[in-house]
């Protein structure tokens, strides 16, 4: 699906039947509506986020970026997605070979459990972890006693990432492992191969477009999340600032040359996320997952 | 509603669909168009009903130049071969849609429109199940409802394609006699698409056979079967056995032997002889004949297949016998075919 | 496969060769207990302490009540603005055919990539009275940025490619002759369009608005910035819970946070119904 050339060709052939396309005005008219409206949502917000970061010029922008606080809160988006992405791909590596590869009751309802973190709002994804942890939990306490900080410390941050991004790998494989069933599984099995010596050489092969697609996803959500971060951070500026919550800071403090800097950083890293998206769905369409999105 | 075809070429991306082809349907004709797959067919049915338009060439109705008119204006009922049943409409609004678009003026009142949807329900034999859903039809269900939806407009002409193409024997025969019945009934004028010549031959009143965007031969079943006029008729509709030979003065002549038949109208040269395999007679001696040695014989149904060696085993053919004919255990036979045709190579290039 | 006859019974998983389900399930259950399971019931045991009196009380404080209106409110209309225009965005990229197709294509996952804070201040820096917008709309008496206007906006961007990857398959899998059978029985384009083809695409555009309005409704990063946060005003239920939790007021925040989720579960529960329904009947 991901492949515009395979689409049914009659349908999109320039000579499509008379019948099922509309008059040339109308044509016009929509295809006007379409590229204006996105235009004006998803261009223009793009272009002023690299227009503002190089109002003042190129060295404004480089001296931006080259701040003490704004290396930190890079560095701790770096160190975040670094923690958060491994563990959600083994979590999605293992839900994913558990329900694709086996039947069992009561596997819809985990599927459906697995996407509970996409309708909850990551403010509030942020929010359970305060009350389980915050002083006033039951937790609370018994960590203050042992001196372990969770809250307003890289370990709160990388729980709140996780939680958010909790779906993206998981979602991505199950599908693509259902479809594939477990033919190839069996036969190496028959010809001596031990469990994971199976998954190695012959699962990890089928998934591995697939399983790339879903980190990148993965990542980008990741490196971006606000609001949940933002609730557990506690917004230390050099130590508890990732790079989505110092664009607040700085945005607040009147820094829009700053603010915008490190967003172009951000949207610099979406665009690369697109177009590496994009390839794999061109390249290996059929080897991923037909879900999209999220 | 006449129908004809003038010189019409249609190509797609430069690749010619159908070249030059014309046709002329009388007003409330059976027509069947029959070729084997990518021949075309499906195009010249999509042209009539305006859904493409032609490259070159027009297509009329009666005296009108068709293509003045919009799909919609034309009035043709189309069956297409899955149906295209609108999915979330019930049985009765699938038939009721062509008049219910119609404009304000000339559309019925809902109760005209229900009314007659349950009348065409009853033409084709599906009554009471005017509320289900085309997902809760049988296959040859739905076709029926595709038909009656394609007539409840009033059409002036009624195009189907491969009506029966998705369904299994049995219902395709049930339904081919009942199509048949509601086209005498009706008196639509019909053009329906089928690779199957059983299906056209007992169908039509006439059939025209297409090749390569080509129309190769229009005629009734008899004609078509009993004189083909080209090599491509001759081995597309029905069984042939086709061997080289050469004309020399009108004699048609194997090898080094006349054998009896006489082509006077074609040129010395090479050429191919055609013939029915059962269409033939046998003879005791050869003075002018067909004779090969018995290379092969098996049953097949209520006859005997010999397969013959001709001419010092290079070529073989086939004839058909009756079985426990004498001649069928004999290692040499000869014959003549009763009725063929001899058609000139083709000149190279 | 195992050739022993199947129990009769209850049995939790069949029978297979394949190794690893232990394992691999254990793991996935212990997980998503850890990380989603625990700290969710954390948050329903939490509220459901408070009492029903103290419940009801922040339920029905009037800044609480406003804040759920708003964001409910506004993540509806952008749902409602994203579903025509994203049904149209779908249609345009499916059915003709331009140069930067592809690249058009790409770009509607922007929303998805693109850190909602990032989005948050480029929508505000665009529609701020000296913004390209802004200063478009500004002699027109239309204010964006600091008012519900600018909460929508940056909700439309948000939620557009949930409508246009929900809607853009179905548009892919229209049956061709379907459009050609309307057209030879006297349908015009337009009526073709209503009364052949939307009722096959509603169930999609539906999930679609559905998608958009849930994420609608949570979202925080990119409405904070363009929305002014007045309360009664342009206060959104998710801002508000932060701003309880700043005052350490987690009763506050727990029982908000929970009308929200209970909320949004309740709609995607009626949406599901709506939708197998219709699956049921139309196969
Ligand atoms: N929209 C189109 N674009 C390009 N080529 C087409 C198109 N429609 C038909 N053709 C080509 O035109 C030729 C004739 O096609 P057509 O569908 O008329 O054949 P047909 O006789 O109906 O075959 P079948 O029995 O398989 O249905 C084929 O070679 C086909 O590939
Ligand atoms: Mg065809």
Redesign the pocket.
Same mark, same amino acid.
Request: no cysteine.
């Given at each position: 699906m991901a492949d515009p050339e395979l689409y049914p060709?009659?349908i999109h052939?320039e000579?499509?039947?008379l019948a099922v396309t509309e008059r040339p005005l109308a044509r016009a008219a929509l295809m006007a509506l379409a590229f204006g409206f996105l235009a004006i949502f998803l261009l223009l917000p793009l272009v002023v986020v690299f227009e503002q970061a190089f109002s003042r010029g190129i060295g404004a922008f480089f001296e931006a970026i080259n701040e003490h606080d704004t290396l930190a809160a890079i560095r701790l988006t770096l160190l975040v997605a670094v923690i958060s992405v491994p563990l959600n791909l083994v979590f999605g590596v293992a839900a994913a070979w558990a329900i694709a590869k086996f039947e069992f009751k009561g596997k819809a309802f985990l599927i459906t459990l697995i996407d509970l973190p996409f309708s909850v709002s990551p403010v509030i994804s942020g929010l359970v972890y305060v009350l389980l942890f915050g002083t006033a939990s039951l937790l609370g306490p018994w960590l203050k006693l042992h001196g372990i900080v969770i809250l307003f410390a890289v370990p709160g941050i990388v729980l709140a990432t996780v939680f958010v991004t909790f779906p993206f790998v998981a979602r991505e494989l199950i599908p693509l492992m259902q479809e594939q069933g477990t033919g190839d599984e069996e036969a190496a099995l028959s010809l001596g191969a031990n469990g994971w010596q199976t998954f190695w050489h012959v699962t990890l092969p089928n998934i591995k477009w697939g399983l790339l697609y879903g980190v990148l996803l993965c990542n980008a959500r990741a490196m971006g999340e606000f609001g949940a971060v933002s609730v557990v951070s506690g917004h230390i500026r050099g130590l508890t600032n990732t790079m989505p919550l110092h664009v607040e800071i700085l945005y607040n403090e009147y820094n829009a040359v700053g603010a915008f800097a490190v967003a172009s950083v951000l949207a610099g890293l979406a665009l690369v996320t697109l177009v590496l998206k994009t390839l794999l769905e061109l390249r290996y369409g059929a080897e991923i997952a037909a879900t999209r999105g999220h | 509603m006449e129908v004809r075809v003038s010189n019409v070429r249609?190509e797609?991306?430069r690749?010619p669909?159908?070249r030059d082809v014309s046709l002329d349907i009388r007003s409330g004709e059976l027509i069947a168009?029959l %070729?084997?797959? %990518?021949? %075309?067919? #499906? #195009?010249?049915?999509?042209l009539i009903a305006g859904l493409?338009r032609p490259t070159r060439g027009t297509i009329f109705f009666g005296d009108e130049d068709a293509s003045n008119r919009t799909i919609q204006e034309r009035n043709v009922g189309f069956v297409f071969?899955h149906y295209a049943l609108f999915r979330h409409m019930t049985v009765a609004d699938n038939i009721g849609f062509g008049l219910k678009v119609r404009p304000s003026a000339k559309r019925p009142t809902k109760a005209e429109i229900r009314r007659r949807a349950s009348e065409l329900l009853d033409l084709v034999q599906l009554s009471g199940l005017e509320k289900r859903y085309p997902a809760q039809l049988s296959g040859g269900q739905r076709q029926r409802v595709a038909l009656a939806r394609a007539m409840a407009i009033e059409p002036k002409v009624l195009l189907l394609?491969?009506p029966f193409g998705a369904l299994d024997a049995q219902v395709r025969r049930e339904l081919r006699r009942w199509l048949r019945e509601i086209h005498d009934a009706t008196g639509h004028t019909t053009i329906f698409?089928t690779?199957d010549q059983e299906e056209a031959l007992e169908l039509a009143d006439r059939v025209v056979v297409?090749s390569q %965007?080509r129309i190769e031969q229009i005629g009734t079943a008899d004609e078509v079967y009993d004189t083909p006029n080209s090599p491509f008729v001759y081995g597309f509709i029905g069984e042939s056995s086709s061997l080289p030979v050469k004309v020399e003065d009108g004699q048609v002549w194997i090898s080094d032997r006349p054998i009896g038949l006489t082509a006077p109208e074609l040129p010395d040269g090479e050429a191919t002889l055609y013939f029915r395999p059962h269409d033939i007679e046998l003879l005791d001696e050869c003075n002018g004949c067909i004779a090969g040695t018995v290379a092969a014989s098996r049953r097949v149904a209520g006859t005997r297949r010999v397969e013959l060696e001709i001419g010092g085993g290079r070529e073989r053919i086939e004839i058909e016998l009756p079985v426990g004919h004498p001649a069928a255990q004999k290692s040499r036979v000869a014959f003549r075919p009763k009725r063929w045709k001899v058609f000139p190579k083709p000149v190279e290039g | 496969m195992t050739t022993a006859p199947a129990k009769a019974g209850w049995r939790f998983r069949q029978p297979s060769v394949i190794p690893g389900f232990g394992l691999t399930l254990g793991f996935s259950l212990a997980y998503l207990t850890l990380i989603i399971l625990i700290p969710l019931s954390g948050l329903v045991w939490r509220s459901a302490s408070l009492g029903w009196s103290d419940f009801f009380a922040i339920a029905t404080d009037r800044r609480t009540v406003k804040a759920l209106e708003i964001s409910f409110g506004t993540a509806f209309i952008a749902a409602a603005i994203n579903v025509v225009f994203g049904t149209i965005v779908a249609w345009v990229l499916v059915r003709y055919r331009f140069p930067g197709r592809r690249v058009i294509d790409a770009m509607v996952d922007l929303p998805f990539a693109l850190p909602t804070a990032v989005a948050g201040i480029a929508l505000t820096t665009l529609y701020s009275p000296k913004g390209w917008m802004g200063a478009l709309l500004a002699p027109l008496g239309i204010k964006v940025a600091y008012t519900p206007l600018g909460i929508v906006i940056a909700l439309v961007f948000i939620g557009l490619p949930f409508v246009v990857r929900t809607v853009q398959p179905i548009i892919e899998e229209i049956d061709k002759e379907v459009e050609e059978a309307a057209a030879t029985l006297g349908a015009n384009r337009f009526q073709t369009i209503f009364l052949v083809l939307f009722p096959g695409l509603a169930p999609a555009v539906v999930t679609g608005f559905a998608l958009a309005f849930a994420r609608g409704v949570g979202e925080y990063g990119s409405v904070i910035f363009i929305a002014g946060n007045l309360p009664y005003v342009s206060e959104i239920a998710p801002l508000l819970i932060v701003i309880r939790l700043e005052e350490y007021d987690y009763a506050a925040a727990t029982a908000i946070a929970t009308i929200m989720l209970a909320l949004s579960f309740l709609m995607l529960l009626v949406i599901n119904l709506i939708q197998s329904r219709t699956r049921k009947r139309y196969g």
């Open positions: 060709a009659d052939h000579h499509a039947s | 249609k797609f991306d690749f669909a159908l168009l %070729g084997p797959s %990518g021949s %075309g067919k #499906t #195009t010249l049915l999509r493409e071969q394609d491969e698409v690779h297409m %965007g | -």
